[in-house]
């Protein structure tokens, strides 16, 4: 911890770097941009701009993408408000009083509301990620290969019983994805599922899976959805009727402090949790508003500056709660997480326990970098905002061709190869086969990325006990973290159970 | 259904294979197929499981057969035998496949604009004069894009055919 706050000089001076300072406004713009558009979430803006960071350092990399992911977050709540389009599913409540608010004739409080909101999210989770952060590291220092193989294990449970619709689908993919990881060359040197085919070789590459399932079945969706009646979203105009005091009172900041201490406490929690999402944290964050706040429920969906705060707030922290599990253990807890961890990754960076060790200064870019990043977008948001909701009216006609393209030759710029780019092609019709059954391809990349780390501990730790695995059972730490695994599928199969059961009822009567 | 049980075949053929692989010779460590042995076995017992939900929950509830009366609504239905989403979906693939391969030989310039011609066109909706000229526009623009931003910007060395590799100054 003290190396982390030794480097806080030498870091805030790379700050002012050239590279440092364009990636931190390239990567909020454009994240502001690809989440302003329908259908593109933070992980499918991050997928796409993946060949971006072949040629940056590692620090510069994961700035740029913790911008895009940051300003994603934000930028779907701009056509949320103005045209009632949320740009990401995170978005989804915030439409609920931010648009009231715009309709009221009050759009620029609602931008505001929505960007402060976003931004003391973030910067409050960050402060929480550097401290929660390193004492989960320093904890799991500790840990033998036993225990990161119960961790792994207890990741990839939390995967498979929160994903999609039901349990056995959510599992399905990451058996699924589990699977991919093993394909090629094994730590141990033997060849598997090669089919004598030389490109498989060297396995399927993390950017191919993340590109092909993230991006993937978005790409094909927008190619192929052109046969539909598209409802057009109504213009930024028609709700533009202005009132005189549309602005961010004085007194919104003493009454949304509860609301953002909140706020930032449950996205910071949601995000550290493996499975749970933006989605789901701004969702709790709008239900726990309703429950605790001063004002009555039925204020709530009529436009009021709670109902704004709240879940603008919980999804912009998530971003750095997210971090805490991914950095500190090596565990991916949303595909944005996984594509964050694959650039560390790509840059030679092993996430995990001995990250916080080995690479404070890492570690202390990533601290500052946030709480730069944060600023950037407040400054961005108050000096220009509503032009952003243009873009979620571009045509889904133009915009399916230009994104597969980007894709196409994105795959083809990490290592010039034909062949991964004839891998994205098939693995994104797959994917997207995928979502039309109701398989989540989450998962897939998820369990693809803890399936080395899984394998290669539990072979660490039979080779160590001579094969005998019941002596790995014996340690506490392990038999704790098997026993949630454990507890964790019973709970979801239990609850998709009875779901399920009043589903049928429902539909009989 | 069909796809899940696909995959099952699938899934199940793999374990074959990975029962193959040979033994390791290291003490202790469990040989390259066990671990794909796990994976393969979690998609069989999932894949097994939702085949059953599904099934069950069919026979439970069979709602009425859908009366379609636009094209949309039969390509949502995901009973229909034939899927337009799967055919265009085909049909998307084997013209990125194609791309890939023509790529070389015809340089970047000319696939690139090819490629997006062909995916521009039909997707326009205007007559066939205008949209025809709109979408070869569009197509040597994302052209230029995308060189800039690849070749260029990220010094990926696609073939080209008559583009420069670099742009040197004066």
Request: some cysteine; aromatic content about 10%; charged content about 15%.
């Amino acid at each position: 911890m003290e190396n982390i706050f030794a480097n806080i000089g030498p870091v805030l001076l790379d700050m002012g770097s050239l590279p440092v300072v364009l990636a931190i406004v390239a990567g909020v713009t454009l994240g502001v941009v690809l989440g302003a558009l329908p259908g593109f979430g933070s992980s499918q803006s991050l997928a796409l701009l993946f060949p971006l960071t072949f040629t940056m350092p590692a620090d510069v990399a994961i700035i740029f993408f913790l911008a895009v992911y940051s300003a994603a977050e934000y930028g779907g709540s701009i056509p949320a408000i103005l045209i009632r389009t949320p740009g990401t599913p995170a978005q989804a409540v915030t439409v609920l009083d931010g648009y009231a608010m715009a309709q009221k004739g009050f759009p620029n409080r609602a931008l505001k509301i929505s960007l402060i909101s976003g931004v003391l999210g973030g910067l409050t989770s960050t402060i929480i990620f550097i401290l929660v952060g390193g004492w989960i590291a320093s904890v799991a220092l500790e840990f033998g290969p036993g225990e990161m193989f119960a961790l792994g294990i207890f990741g990839l449970s939390i995967i498979g019983s929160f994903f999609g619709r039901d349990p056995t689908r959510g599992f399905l993919a990451a058996g699924l994805g589990l699977f991919l990881s093993t394909i090629g060359t094994s730590d141990f040197g033997g060849m598997r599922f090669t089919f004598n085919q030389g490109f498989l070789a060297d396995g399927i590459p993390l950017v191919v899976v993340i590109i092909a399932f993230l991006a993937g079945p978005e790409a094909l969706r927008l190619l192929i959805n052109h046969r539909k009646t598209i409802e057009e979203p109504k213009t930024v105009l028609q709700i533009s009727t202005q009132k005189a005091d549309d602005r961010f009172l004085k007194s919104d900041i003493r009454r949304l402090i509860p609301t953002w201490i909140r706020g930032s406490l449950i996205g910071t929690a949601i995000g550290a949790l493996p499975g749970a999402g933006a989605s789901i944290g701004s969702l709790i964050a709008y239900g726990e508003e309703k429950r605790w706040s001063r004002r009555s429920k039925s204020e709530f969906g009529t436009g009021i500056a709670e109902g704004i705060a709240a879940p603008e707030t919980a999804n912009n922290a998530v971003v750095a709660g997210t971090l805490v599990p991914s950095l500190a253990l090596g565990i991916p807890g949303s595909g944005s997480a996984a594509i964050l961890l694959s650039v560390l990754i790509s840059k030679g960076v092993v996430p995990g326990p001995l990250l916080f060790e080995a690479e404070p200064r890492l570690i202390t870019s990533i601290f500052i970098g946030l709480i730069f990043i944060n600023l950037w977008l407040l400054l961005l948001g108050l000096i220009y905002t509503r032009g952003f909701a243009h873009i979620s009216k571009v045509s889904r006609r133009i915009l399916g061709p230009c994104v597969f393209i980007v894709i196409l030759l994105g795959t083809y710029a990490y290592a010039n190869y034909t062949a991964h780019v004839m891998m994205v092609i098939v693995l994104s019709l797959a994917a997207y086969w995928m979502v039309k059954i109701d398989i989540p391809v989450v998962p897939v990349v998820l369990a693809f990325v803890m399936g080395p780390i899984v394998e290669s501990n539990l072979a660490r730790a039979m080779t160590i006990h001579s094969g005998d695995f019941s002596v790995v059972l014996t340690r506490p730490i392990t038999l704790i973290i098997l026993g949630l695994a454990l507890a964790t599928f019973v709970y979801s199969a239990i609850s998709s159970m009875r779901s399920s059961v009043a589903s049928t009822n429902e539909m009989k009567e | 259904m069909v796809s899940v049980f696909a995959m099952l075949v699938g899934a199940a053929y793999l374990y074959w294979e990975a029962t193959q692989l040979p033994a390791s010779i290291l003490k202790g460590y469990p040989g390259d197929g066990f671990f794909p042995r796990i994976a393969l076995a979690v998609i069989l017992v999932c894949g097994i499981a939702t085949l059953i939900r599904e099934a069950v929950s069919k026979q439970l509830v069979t709602p009425p057969a859908p009366e379609h009366t636009d094209i949309d609504a039969a390509d949502d239905d995901k009973d229909a035998p034939i899927n337009l989403d799967a055919v265009e979906a085909f049909l998307i693939v084997a013209l990125s496949l194609l791309y890939m391969l023509l790529l070389k030989p015809l340089g970047l310039e000319i696939a690139t604009s090819l490629f997006m011609f062909v995916l521009l066109f039909p997707r326009l909706p205007m007559r066939w004069p205008k949209a025809a000229l709109i979408a070869a526009l569009g197509a040597v623009a994302t052209t230029l894009v995308v060189y800039s931003a690849f070749v260029l910007g990220l010094k990926v060395a696609l073939p080209l055919k008559f583009l420069p590799q670099y742009l040197s100054g004066y």
